[in-house]
């Protein structure tokens, strides 16, 4: 990841299918990146997990080994065919083989791959997984890489230009313009990606709205009904809105769409549709179903809407330049929490709120999630992330209305992000997506994953 992080590359976004954006995401740019290396068809493919790492039991269930057999062919993460890459490599004769080995370095998320192409020609490379479908390269045939920017960059929307005379870097720099400027969040993020890139405004302006619609259409798509064989959850998000109308549930409307919308864009993520990370996967129903929610109710425009992902976007870039996205190196506070802190900034900005009081909403949202484990259920990322998306959007309109009133935030958003990174490196690694703690091994856990024939 480039020093400076950008809206696009490391928050919002990719746009992509399967379940996970650090594993299932950035396995398929790791095997892009892969066929770069090797410049040759690949013959075959051995990929090695450390035991220790959280790879090892859920590269099946959360779509690497699916990911990087598509990045071997070539394939973008948005692509339809991924389901179906594992079987093209067999029928075009590319062998792929996994195994378990402990290998040096202790990321949770290092894939160490050899590959051997149809011309004779090898190539050696370990890369990691950071989060949202961000990849490193930390080796090559070998040698370590210490700028791996010449690599990867192809493989993002925006090409970081370096320190280009960037209006802000750090949060305390963003406060002092706030505090000296005033204004909204999202007019700082256009001026921020616009000089992380080298482009203009509407460039920016124009990912944004395209980020948005494949954003609603999840919501949408989802409510009109999913379906897909390997999956814990049927479809159900239709459920509230049926309830709703028989008068069998506490009233509240906003809260019901929400729960609604939230669900929504997670079946469609969990039947393979497209989605987009925000900033992660297994935490992309947080921000497109708490905002379609509220501007439905409140009659915000597309626009609106627009600027509101500009603002979470921009309220990301400062987690992830102090912390990260993975789960596997800080829980889920690094997913579904990060995301209620995006999610509160983006509706202050939807409801016309400025730039400070956004960053009051986001502190106040995170101080809420701190310590969150991540603990998915049968090596799939549906429970209890289902709940966890909701939970992160409630908390998000409540941070949001909290600071619009004028609430208190107490601890300023710089320090409640220090926070988050001191209590991930404390947390065990149980209880950081290896399936090793918390829900992961209940008895009822243990029976679901054997039925959906794991093994691990």
Do not use: W
Not at 71 to 78: D, F, N, T
Not at 256 to 277: H, P, Q
Request: hydrophobic fraction near 45%.
């Amino acid at each position: 990841m480039s020093d400076y992080p950008s809206i696009f590359n490391n928050v919002i976004g990719p746009i992509m299918r399967g379940p996970s954006s650090s594993h299932t995401a950035a396995s398929v740019r790791i095997g892009l990146l892969g066929r770069m290396l090797l410049q040759d068809i690949p013959k075959r493919a051995i990929i090695t997990f450390d035991p220790e790492g959280s790879l090892a039991t859920t590269y099946r269930g959360q779509g690497s080994a699916m990911g990087l057999a598509g990045g071997l062919l070539e394939m973008q993460i948005s692509d339809p065919d991924l389901i179906n890459a594992e079987q093209i490599c067999r029928e075009r004769g590319i062998e792929i083989l996994f195994r378990i080995e402990p290998l040096a370095g202790d990321h949770p998320n290092t894939y160490h791959i050899e590959l051997t192409g149809t011309q004779g020609k090898k190539v050696q490379f370990v890369a990691l997984s950071t989060g949202g479908g961000i990849i490193r390269l930390v080796e090559l045939d070998g040698g370590i890489i210490e700028d791996d920017s010449s690599y990867v960059q192809s493989l993002y929307p925006i090409q970081p230009q370096g320190n280009r005379d960037l209006p802000f870097v750090t949060i305390a720099e963003m406060e002092q313009l706030l505090l000296e400027k005033g204004g909204r969040l999202s007019d700082y993020a256009l001026s921020y990606e616009s000089a992380l890139g080298g482009v203009e405004e509407k460039i920016v302006a124009d990912l944004a709205a395209e980020h948005l619609r494949v954003m609603r259409e999840a919501v949408s798509g989802g409510l009109e009904g999913t379906s897909y064989q390997d999956r814990i959850l049927p479809a159900q998000s239709h459920l509230i809105g049926e309830a709703e109308n028989r008068k069998e549930l506490i009233p509240s409307a906003l809260i019901n769409d929400v729960i609604a919308s939230v669900s929504a864009v997670m079946e469609t993520k969990s039947s393979m549709g497209v989605i987009v990370a925000a900033p992660t996967a297994g935490s992309c129903g947080t921000l497109p179903g708490a905002l379609s929610a509220v501007a439905e109710k409140t009659g915000k425009t597309g626009e609106e809407m627009e600027r509101a992902v500009l603002a979470a976007g921009l309220l990301g870039v400062f987690i992830a330049r102090e912390g990260g996205f993975a789960a596997e190196e800080g829980g889920c506070q690094y997913e579904c929490g990060a995301a209620s802190g995006m999610t509160a900034a983006a509706l202050v900005e939807l409801m016309g709120g400025d730039g400070a009081t956004a960053l009051k909403a986001a502190s106040m949202a995170l101080q809420n999630t701190l310590g969150l484990i991540c603990d998915p259920v049968a090596d799939r990322v549906e429970v209890p992330c289902l709940g966890k998306n909701i939970m992160a959007a409630l908390n998000a309109v409540a941070a949001a209305n909290m600071a619009l009133a004028g609430f208190a935030h107490v601890i300023p958003l710089g320090q409640v992000i220090c926070a988050m990174k001191e209590v991930g490196a404390a947390m065990c690694h149980r209880f950081r997506c290896t399936c090793k703690g918390g829900l992961s091994i209940t008895p009822a856990a243990q029976d679901i994953h054997a039925g959906l024939g794991g093994t691990a």
